[in-house]
């Protein structure tokens, strides 16, 4: 098969979650232990399943093409809301209360913890080449983060999002982001009944259609020529993003527009084929539904034991039903802690903490600094006496000599302490 689709329930009671085949309905593979929270199932790098256990602090992890097999768990500092994984295989976030963790999957090492909300994280999503993260919450606003300045920032100052959407007024239930990276549009839903998208070069609200429900989850299709509203009452809406005329905001009139009809309750989570040709929702009502976008007709409807909390399409990964092959990168632990600016994570971690200088408060200079500040006094000498020049020049040099001489001490106790912590082991 080209595509699969990955969909989990509440209960877990068959399985975590189920692969199976869009088309013929067949299922390929399961996945058990646990259930997954809303919007907590990503792939990684085609090669893992990731599941935020419902109400646990652990992710559960297994390879795809292991099965049954759970390989490891990620243990978070708390219960994990939603998560995500960058297209690029690179980085893990999650939403743990109303902060963003962002790992390393290569090392494990959390980069950073983003706390600019100021409640619960509901839902994350990257752009396709990885360059932002964009999150909303229970504070009904969306932070966009740009993924370089995250990781350069300093860890005194804290990093600051590029952009706060705040034009939504209750929480917020969905975003996803279109093709184009930086360029990208972005779609969030909320529980105010309106639908907004966004564009992420500028900042700019392009559109805002109010419904009659509340949405409880969004979709582009691959050519972005419609957009994809789940509501609370279980029918989709299907919007028009090119209508004329072109309006900032706008109602939705179902009688006017498309909408699909089938589910229960509420549709939870929305997926489109990359073909644009099947829509894939998942509702409340416990069912899966395969549906032609063209027709508006329900093709297929999978039944599960309880509320649907996951559910999207992906293209097939070439290993997935090949039991004998192997992920071709292993994952480390994942750290729960921030790596210090000393290279030492939290208090437990038996590191010890050096600060070079005599002044522990202050901030000191670099060594390269000092060369610059060297050279602007040389050439603030030039036309001095030499004399005096060469004695200021012994001075810096015996500074730096004693500077240097301190740097050797703390090296070799730092060898001599980690001498004896390996001898006891």
């Not at 913890?113 to 932002?132: A, E, G, K, M, P």
């Not at 990276?181 to 992420?200: C, M, Y």
Request: one cysteine or more; charged letters at 20%; proline letters at 5%.
């Amino acid at each position: 098969p080209m595509e699969l689709v990955l969909s989990a329930d509440a209960t877990g009671q068959v399985a975590n979650c189920t692969v199976w085949e869009p088309v013929t309905g067949s299922v390929l593979l399961t996945y058990r232990g646990g259930n997954t929270s809303n919007r907590g199932l990503a792939v990684l790098g085609g090669q893992y399943l990731l599941g935020a256990q419902l109400g646990k602090n652990y992710i559960n992890v297994w390879e795809l093409q292991r099965r049954d097999q759970l390989q490891q768990k990620i243990v978070c500092p708390g219960p994990v809301n939603c998560l995500a994984t960058s297209p690029n295989g690179l980085y893990l976030v999650s939403g743990i209360a109303e902060s963003i963790y962002l790992w390393e999957v290569c090392t494990g090492r959390l980069l950073a913890i983003l706390n600019n909300h100021y409640q619960d994280v509901t839902c994350l999503t990257f752009t396709d080449d990885s360059s932002h993260i964009i999150s909303g919450a229970k504070d009904s606003l969306v932070l966009v983060w740009s993924l370089y300045s995250v990781l350069q920032v300093e860890t005194s100052r804290g990093p600051e999002p590029r952009y706060v959407w705040s034009r939504h007024s209750l929480p917020i239930t969905d975003v996803q982001c279109g093709i184009g990276g930086p360029q990208a549009r972005v779609v969030t839903s909320s529980l105010d009944q309106t639908v907004k998208l966004w564009e992420i070069c500028s900042g700019d609200l392009l559109l805002s259609v109010l419904f009659d429900v509340r949405i409880m989850s969004v979709a582009f299709d691959p050519a972005e020529y419609h957009l994809f509203c789940g509501g609370s009452d279980g029918v989709i809406y299907q919007v028009d993003l090119y209508a004329t005329p072109e309006q900032r905001e706008r109602p939705f009139h179902p009688e006017q527009e498309m909408v699909f009809k089938g589910h229960r309750n509420q549709v939870t989570c929305l997926s489109v084929s990359l073909d644009g040709s099947m829509l894939i929702s998942g509702s409340h009502d416990e069912t899966v539904c395969v549906w032609d976008i063209h027709s508006k007709q329900c093709l297929r409807t999978v039944a599960h034991r309880g509320p649907v909390t996951n559910v999207f399409i992906i293209p097939a990964p070439g290993n997935i039903l090949r039991a004998e092959s192997k992920p071709s990168f292993p994952l480390p632990h994942f750290s729960k802690h921030l790596q210090g600016a000393e290279g030492c994570e939290g208090p437990e971690s038996g590191g010890v903490i050096l600060r070079l200088g005599k002044q522990q408060g202050s901030r000191e200079n670099t060594y390269l600094q000092r060369a610059e500040q060297l050279q602007s006094l040389l050439g603030e000498s030039e036309g001095k006496n030499l004399s005096g020049l060469v004695e200021q020049l012994r001075s810096r040099t015996s500074e730096l000599e004693e500077e240097l001489n301190v740097v050797r001490k703390i090296n070799k106790d730092l060898f001599d302490f980690s001498a004896r912590i390996i001898t006891k082991q």
